[in-house]
């Protein structure tokens, strides 16, 4: 299986996580892949760049985004609550961690994290006889 | 939290969406359930004395691509939010709402529309009104 699809199948264990930490929302995130890279994009409004952790740990990224609480009143309606955010994701094996990058802005993370060099597609040349 | 304010279908469905983020389909570009169950924005509205509030939840805009407009009591807003895919990009999970909204919102009171304030910080809108004079709330002397 290519690890970008190894990445999108499994969601490390979120069940039993959540139990422990009850306190925490799961934020939409889009996977997709170009050539070189694998592109994660978290949706966290009300995170501020300094408030966003990332791990990578061993098989395991994981993301928290924590929101500034502020209180606006009596609620008269609601749709969504406003709580902290956490997601991890299983990586395949072979990612090195340098080559993860990421970047915040207007509550949209984005995490590229570099195919190691033998999941890029490769052009391979025919050479008649 | 407020009890008389309770949605008990919105803990249910808070829920239903997480697990299906969980335990959503396996190889499939778009899952079980590619976006949240109702509507995106998601949108707040809070009450205070003289002012009512209003906060929608959508990362990744730009502040003038906003538009919104505030009439009576009833506030419209539009945004689009479009992803541009790269030209050899393939998705494989997409639970983030893309593409154009509008929502229009009813307010407890009518406000002022000159009063109006509104912030976009680290993907949410807040926007604060003044409540139209015939909407605030009069001190009544009882006179005996």
Request: aromatic residues 6%.
């Amino acid at each position: 299986m290519a690890p970008e699809e190894k990445l999108a199948r499994r969601p490390e264990a979120e069940v039993t996580r959540r139990e422990q930490s009850p306190e925490y929302y799961m934020p939409a995130v889009d996977i997709s892949e170009t050539e070189n890279e694998v592109i994660l994009k978290y949706d966290m409004p009300g995170v501020e760049k300094e408030k966003v952790e990332i791990t990578a740990e061993k098989n395991t990224l994981t993301v928290i985004g924590n929101v500034n609480r502020e209180s606006f009143g009596d609620v008269v309606y609601q749709e969504t609550k406003i709580g902290n955010y956490r997601r991890p994701f299983t990586l395949p094996d072979d990612v090195d961690s340098d080559k993860i990058t990421a970047d915040m802005k207007d509550g949209l993370l984005t995490i590229k994290i570099e195919k190691p060099e033998k999941a890029k597609p490769k052009r391979i040349e025919i050479t008649s006889g | 939290m407020l009890l008389d304010n309770w949605n008990p279908f919105f803990d249910v469905a808070k829920t239903l969406e997480e697990f299906d983020r969980v335990f959503g389909e396996v190889g499939h570009p778009i899952g079980l359930r590619s976006v949240p169950r109702g509507t995106f924005p998601p949108i707040n509205i809070y009450n205070q004395d003289d002012k009512a509030i209003l906060v929608a939840e959508v990362p990744g805009l730009k502040a003038e691509d906003i538009d919104l407009t505030v009439l009576g009591d009833s506030v419209t807003l539009k945004c689009e939010r479009q992803e541009q895919a790269a030209e050899n990009e393939r998705f494989y999970r997409k639970e983030r709402p893309t593409g154009t909204f509008t929502r229009t919102v009813t307010l407890p009171d009518s406000v002022d529309p000159d009063s109006v304030k509104a912030t976009y910080n680290n993907g949410v809108l807040k926007v604060q009104m003044e409540k139209a004079q015939e909407a605030k709330a009069k001190k009544i002397q009882v006179k005996s």
